[in-house]
């Protein structure tokens, strides 16, 4: 316990890199989940096919490869990116890809009705997606929004594979400094699960927020 | 250095990670039966009837997939030894594989419990059937056709994730391509062979799942809106 207070910048340092990690790549993976998600519903193949691609490669090829393939062959291609820069892009782009399914599946469950009455009160598509199928779209993402969250929180662990110095890394030094093994991955572990429910109470409260005026629903 | 492809490199390290491969699919195989079977065990214990067991259940549950994969192999590797259990990397790393999407297996299940109509096993308790056989001959039957795609999704999920095994010095797919990469300078073509492998195993999969998934809904047609 004393040998973990010692440690303990090491690991509030290493919790500093997971946030940021992982708050840049969910930034990331919002953007990603929502071009690529509405891109997958647009008219045009040339705009849907390249939307598929993305989201299949990056869902059936696991995080670790994408972030090996990023930090290890991205340089032999002329493109020198930081290790964080590779963190932020390997697991946004791979959550990205589980968004865009989502935002998909939101966007095409809002009823057919909605868009027709707003085509025939003289809304342009550009507006009838931002005033009328996005709010209704979005209270069904946000619950899966929330799980995907506690996927990035979760696979943010692996950026200690290509030598970023996360919670994960600052764990694997303190055993390997002082071989108090279960106290260092233990301690970790509580780390992540508070954080997870942390994220999940967020969700929470957003879904409350974004439920006003639901069929059944509450209003605030 | 260039960047283009060399297609007798790509075939010369064809057979390293076909090796490397046929261990990630060991581990698959081994962490999916486990995983189903303690998932459908931790079903069973978060819809027991002594509060202590479900409630436990539940916590162990939401603890172990909301915490990182790669930290639980970490725990296997480091701590089992300690206490007097020596795995080999494999064994440890399919163990909890296994564990963990056997939390995701558990859910899968309960969900499928919750689709089989109430009235069903009011009827079957009408009957005289005991719980275990109203599980046995009324409740599982109904709920597999609902179950068996959301569980062929976690396996491929469980697939997906044998890339964390290389951390704990399991020789798969990953750890072998890095290695090969490492060793001959050349990092593009065993990368990109690593992953287009998990891509086309994981579409496959995929694949089936969906031709199951289509099968079961013409076997039971009414099902397709309890999903």
């Known amino acids: 316990m004393a040998l973990l207070i010692k440690a303990a910048p090491d690991l509030l340092s290493g919790l500093l890199v997971t946030l940021l990690i992982g708050a840049g790549a969910a930034v990331l993976a919002t953007a990603a989940a929502f071009v690529a998600g509405l891109a997958s519903h647009a008219r045009s ?43 932020i892009l390997g697991l946004g782009l791979c959550i990205g890809a589980y968004g865009a399914v989502v935002v998909t599946a939101a966007v095409g469950a809002v009823p057919p009705g909605q868009k027709e009455a707003a085509a025939a009160l003289g809304l342009r598509p550009m507006q009838a997606m931002r005033l009328v199928v996005l709010p209704q779209a979005l209270r069904v993402m946000l619950p899966q929004f929330g799980n995907l969250s506690v996927e990035l929180l979760k696979a943010t662990a692996l950026v200690s594979l290509i030598t970023l110095h996360d919670l994960t890394f600052e764990a694997q030094m303190f055993n390997q400094e002082t071989l108090h093994t279960a106290e260092a991955f233990l301690t970790i572990l509580v780390v992540y699960y508070l954080l997870a429910q942390g994220i999940m109470r967020g969700f929470g409260v957003l879904q409350a927020r974004f439920d006003v005026g639901a069929r059944g629903g509450h209003v605030l | 250095m260039t960047p283009i492809i060399d297609i007798d490199f790509a075939i010369e390290i064809l057979p390293a990670l076909g090796a490397g491969l046929l261990r990630s699919l060991v581990a698959t195989c081994f962490g999916s039966v486990l995983a189903l079977l303690l998932g459908f065990l931790l079903f069973l214990a978060i819809g027991a009837r002594r509060r202590a067991i479900r409630r436990g259940s539940r916590f162990l549950l939401g603890f172990v997939r ?51 109509p109430h009235g069903q ?79 086309t195993l994981s579409l496959a999969f995929a694949g089936g799942v969906n031709l199951l998934e289509s099968r079961l809904q013409w076997a039971a047609p009414h099902r397709k809106a309890a999903r």
């Open chain 1, 45 to 87: 193949r040339a705009v849907r096919v390249p939307a598929r691609i993305y989201i299949e490669v990056f869902r059936g090829t696991s995080a670790l490869v994408q972030l090996y393939f990023l930090f290890y062959v991205l340089p032999l291609l002329g493109v020198l990116l930081p290790a964080w820069a590779v963190g």
């Open chain 2, 66 to 116: 909301s915490t990182p994969l790669l930290v639980q192999l970490y725990c296997a590797y480091f701590i089992l030894p300690q206490i007097g259990l020596d795995l080999s990397p494999i064994a440890a790393g399919s163990l909890v594989l296994g564990l963990h999407y056997a939390c995701f297996a558990a859910e899968v299940f309960r969900a499928g419990r919750a689709a089989v």
């Open chain 2, 121 to 199: 096993l009011e009827i079957a308790t009408a009957l005289g059937l005991r719980p275990a056989q109203i599980m046995r001959l009324v409740v599982i039957p109904q709920m597999l056709p609902v179950v068996l795609p959301g569980l062929g999704n976690t396996l491929i999920a469980l697939f997906k994730e044998t890339p964390s095994l290389s951390a704990i010095t399991v020789a798969e797919l990953l750890f072998t391509a890095r290695i090969v990469g490492a060793e001959n300078f050349r990092y593009l073509e065993p990368m990109a062979l690593c992953g287009l492998i998990y891509l």
